[in-house]
């Protein structure tokens, strides 16, 4: 039993080496890296140079060529939020009276100047600012000018939230938590 596992041994060594010599080593590798210039979309490229292996004799005895290309693309620049052209409606969702006007008060005068107060269907205990497809950027400026964290934003299904959701791009539901 000793005998077979060292003549296995032996024989992956041996294969090992003989393979190795076959093959040989490279005896060098370029590499050069092409970036492109900072712009909207970046595209950067790596290739690995070529190399050659020669025998004892100095005759070439083979040559490879190892190239990877990677593509990274950076976000386009957005246009600035048009303020005046989003609708928001501020519910009313905490019971407190005036608040949704309040609140709404504070949104026109940062220049969101479509900004309707409402009562909200049902109380809530946390404020929300809910978002149309599209308008995830607005809510979040709406978020942060009313002192609300980004994690506040969130998606509007088909849940109604006032008697009239589809009048707001931006819907908050002030909730029992809203600070004002």
Do not use: C, H
């Amino acid at each position: 039993m000793k005998r077979s596992w060292v003549a296995v041994v032996i024989t992956v060594l041996l294969g090992a080496m003989a393979g190795a010599a076959i093959a040989g080593r490279p005896t060098s590798v370029d590499q050069t890296t092409i970036a492109a210039p900072q712009a909207t979309a970046a595209a950067t490229t790596t290739v690995l140079g070529t190399s050659a292996t020669t025998s004892t004799s100095g005759a070439p005895v083979a040559t490879s060529t190892t190239s990877a290309s990677t593509t990274t693309t950076t976000p386009a620049t957005i246009a600035p939020l048009n303020r005046s052209a989003l609708r928001v409606l501020v519910a009313n969702a905490a019971n407190r009276t005036g608040i949704a006007s309040s609140t709404a008060d504070v949104i026109i005068a940062a220049g969101f100047t479509d900004s309707t107060p409402v009562d909200a269907l049902n109380n809530a205990a946390v404020s929300v600012v809910y978002a149309r497809p599209g308008f995830e950027a607005a809510a979040a400026e709406v978020a942060a000018t009313l002192g609300l964290a980004a994690t506040t934003v969130r998606p509007l299904d088909t849940t109604a939230i006032t008697p009239d959701d589809g009048s707001g791009d931006v819907i908050v539901l002030i909730g029992v938590d809203f600070p004002r």
